[in-house]
């Protein structure tokens, strides 16, 4: 049990004696912002005593009255209006940390209530190039993952491939009619992707084609809105001006944005028009956007063509992204794509229908929940079932099969409302036992504050990005050391360049935006993967120069001496790290895991600074500071591993 769990056991009761519920109150018992605090912090008394009518200090020595700590505190004092601070004893310290350091999982101990979880992440659609956006589902799910076994829980992940969806009619339909032969036979993925582009583009045009005259009356009545209120004769009254001032403004950007919107029509007809080839192929398609569909149709139905077509190209698309898989070393234990569950849709909305929770609107079947304002539509009015609808198969599967305690979905914000209805239907349907949560996550951006893109406009392609940070991480690695041998720069640009790139990502926020630096990402000084390995290669470099025998340390660890206080402050730190993984694991953020980490480089930079190791007064101190250094590397290690990321022995 790690120090806030055992602290946390002994406050439970005393605070039961108090209030029915302590769940909160143990919520405001944490590791100390200071270290002049104690090492742990009760901050419940102020709410306690706001609660039950009490002077918090009184509260407070109550609590301690009541708390036996002395098997784990050398000191209990409270402190201003009711703060209690508690500080390790040294003998708590030396125990745990001699554990620690025999222990290959560093004195985390597993759960002793085990769930089984599905992990769903990545589950990019295929044939379709794999981009930015991508690499955020895929290393926060395999992070969220390898952290829930690691805590002794049973994961299954599963790559829930797009690989039916509407893409694949695009592609037929540019194959039938757009393909360039020979390309196809030297480079078959690179011509699917360029067909799904070119039928994107052709469709596009006709669709903006069609909305352009629409958006051009909406501009009109706009700016003859903007002209109305602005005839407006001004008004003496405060409030009656302020109103009139708000609405001028809203139309004059509801008028700007559409003139935005006007500007980005035409450059993309403009785009297909300056072309004449271009411009003719277009005129020839004018029916594409229908066309793609009923090929998509037509493939769901199983017509032979379309069918034979699909069954040639999904493995290529699948070899495709497994290389990017392999370059990051993401393995994954099941890929049931969307197809795997075409035949079950059926029978997912005949059981929907027979326990009565569907009604027909429209033509369409759909589920009608009290909380949404909008139904979920199952099934179209022609036939075709929906995203949602293999959603629902795939939980009916999931259960049915592994018999889950728990699914996440580590899938972009922007599908937010479609979980929360998907969770509710399922909820409604019987699967209410199973824990279902959307891990969402938010957009990467670039510099400019927009959604990262390339120059050319284009999203940026997935194989890009990894080569861009390696290439850099292998400069870098050949600045530091100008002999370093062919096989050891390739193998610091793989562990630095992706390793910067997983935990750029892995380290902010997962539900906010982040920007895509990679100048950041590859630093030695901020928070960034660079400086964690960092870390570890000096803690090497130091037991290679001191020829200590760090097996033997480890098999029969000495007792811990603190001569300075960074020694015991790292000491402290390095027995929190199964506090961040239960942290991390409470809402599935990998940030929690990376700042823990960071915070520990950190504290080990200034042991390093302060304490030789070389040179310590004594063998028992050396050796006890060799001990601090083997664990914060061993720590680094693990905590690293468990986000994906290697480390070098010397950098
Ligand atoms: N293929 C989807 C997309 O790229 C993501 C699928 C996420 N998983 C799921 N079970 N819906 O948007």
Excluded at 161 to 168: E, I, P, R
Aim: with cysteine.
């Amino acid at each position: 049990m790690n120090a806030l769990s055992e602290i946390k056991s002994h406050f439970s009761a005393a605070l039961a004696k108090l209030v029915d519920d302590p769940t909160q109150a143990l919520g405001m018992i944490r590791p100390a912002g200071d270290p002049k605090f104690g090492d742990y912090q009760a901050n419940c008394a102020m709410p306690l005593g706001k609660q039950l009518g009490k002077p918090p200090r009184d509260i407070a020595a109550d609590l301690v009255a009541d708390v036996s700590l002395d098997s784990l505190c050398s000191n209990v004092e409270i402190a201003g209006p009711g703060f209690i601070n508690l500080t390790l004893s040294d003998a708590w310290l030396n125990n745990h940390l001699a554990a620690a350091i025999k222990d290959d999982r560093l004195g985390v101990t597993a759960t002793d209530s085990p769930r089984k979880y599905v992990v769903d992440y990545s589950s990019p659609n295929v044939a379709k190039p794999m981009h930015v956006g991508h690499i955020r589902s895929t290393v926060i799910g395999d992070a969220i993952a390898k952290v829930l076994r690691f805590a002794g829980h049973e994961v299954i992940t599963d790559n829930h491939l797009g690989d039916w969806g509407t893409q694949f009619g695009m592609i037929i339909y540019g194959y039938k009619h757009f393909l360039d032969s020979s390309a196809f036979k030297t480079e078959p993925v690179k011509e699917l992707g360029r067909l799904y582009k070119f039928v994107r583009q052709i469709m596009d045009y006709h669709s903006t084609k069609k909305q352009l005259p629409t958006t051009q009356a909406e501009l009109v009545a706009a700016q003859q809105k903007v002209e109305q209120l602005k005839a407006l004769p001004e008004t003496g009254d405060k409030k009656a001006a302020k109103k009139q001032k708000k609405e001028l403004n809203n139309a004059i950007s509801a008028a700007k944005k559409l003139t935005g919107k006007i500007e980005d029509a035409q450059a993309t007809l403009q785009a297909t028009e300056t072309s004449p080839s271009l411009a003719k192929i277009a005129a020839q398609h004018a029916e594409i956007g229908n066309a793609a569909l009923l090929e998509t149709a037509a493939l769901h139905a199983g017509d032979e063509t379309n069918l034979a077509l699909w069954k040639q190209f999904l493995p290529m698309c699948r070899d495709d992204i497994q290389k990017i898989y392999s370059r990051l070393n993401i393995v994954f234990d099941k890929e049931l794509g969307e197809s795997f569950y075409h035949d079950q849709l059926a029978n997912v909305v005949k059981d929907l229908e027979a326990k009565g929770f569907t009604r027909e609107s429209d033509g369409a079947i759909c589920v009608f929940l009290d909380n949404h304002d909008a139904p979920m539509i199952v099934q179209k009015r022609d036939g075709a079932f929906l995203y949602a609808t293999t959603d629902l198969a795939t939980i009916k599967y999931r259960m049915e099969n592994f018999d889950t305690d728990a699914s996440l979905y580590v899938v972009d914000h922007r599908q937010s409302e479609h979980f929360n209805k998907l969770f509710d239907v399922a909820d409604k349907w019987g699967y209410n036992e199973t824990e279902l949560t959307h891990v969402s996550f938010g957009t990467v951006m670039g510099k400019d504050g927009k959604p990262f893109k390339t120059r050319s406009g284009d999203t940026v392609g997935l194989e890009g990005l990894l080569d861009e940070a390696e290439t850099r991480a292998a400069t870098i690695a050949k600045e530091n050391n100008p002999d370093i041998s062919d096989d050891l720069l390739a193998q610091a640009a793989k562990i630095v360049g992706l390793g910067g790139l997983k935990y750029a990502d892995l380290s902010h926020a997962r539900t906010s935006d982040y920007v895509f630096d990679y100048d950041k990402m590859l630093s030695v000084r901020g928070n960034s993967a660079t400086y964690l390995q960092y870390g570890y290669a000096r803690v090497q470099g130091i037991i290679r120069k001191t020829e200590a025998d760090i097996a033997a340390i480890r098999q029969s660890p000495v007792a811990f001496e603190f001569e300075q206080p960074i020694e015991r402050q790292l000491a402290v730190k390095l027995l929190q790290f199964s506090e961040a993984i239960d942290e991390m694991l409470v809402d599935y953020r990998p940030n929690i895991l990376c700042n823990y980490l960071f915070e520990t480089a950190q504290l080990f930079a200034k042991f390093f600074d302060q304490c030789s190791v070389k040179d310590a007064s004594s063998d028992s101190l050396r050796t006890s500071r060799l001990q601090l250094c083997d664990l914060t590397a061993r720590t680094l290690k693990t905590g690293l591993s468990l986000l994906g990321i290697e480390v070098l022995d010397k950098m």
